[in-house]
């Protein structure tokens, strides 16, 4: 399958870069494009007064990896229309422990849910990763 793999804490992200050589080891076509820094809880934000940058990243092993100044959903825009990646399927994660903000009703990261949103409103197949860890043994 050819994957595209975004994320919202950023290109480098040892859970993205885990996860997307999994996925390349086990034959799948990768290519990831995430924010060049952190990105958490910005929810829909596109950016739209300033141009974007692509630089390429490090992943090794053959993978296409590129970090874009932008946000997640820019990240899934600018693959899908300015890339021309054409995925069987986008995955979004993987996210780095446990968010305090689940505990308080926030929602599901809404960074990463408005790039999982911009894949579906495109008909793209979505999956979202999270590493749960126990927070301070209170779970």
Do not use: Q
Request: hydrophobic share 40%.
């Amino acid at each position: 399958m050819n994957l595209l793999l975004t994320n919202d804490d950023g290109i480098a992200s040892e859970g993205l870069r885990a996860l997307a050589c999994v996925l390349f080891e086990k034959g799948h076509t990768v290519t990831v494009v995430a924010p060049e820094e952190n990105n958490s809880a910005v929810s829909h934000k596109l950016t739209l007064k300033n141009a974007l940058s692509l630089r390429k990243a490090d992943y090794g092993n053959g993978i296409c990896a590129c970090a874009l100044s932008g946000t997640p959903a820019d990240c899934t825009l600018f693959s899908l229309k300015g890339l021309k990646i054409s995925p069987d399927c986008i995955i979004s994660g993987v996210n780095e422990g446990m968010k305090r903000l689940h505990l308080f009703g926030y929602g599901c990261r809404r960074s990463r849910g408005s790039a999982e949103r911009r894949s579906f409103y495109r008909d793209f197949r979505i999956l979202r990763f999270f590493f749960v860890e126990l927070w301070r043994g209170r779970f």
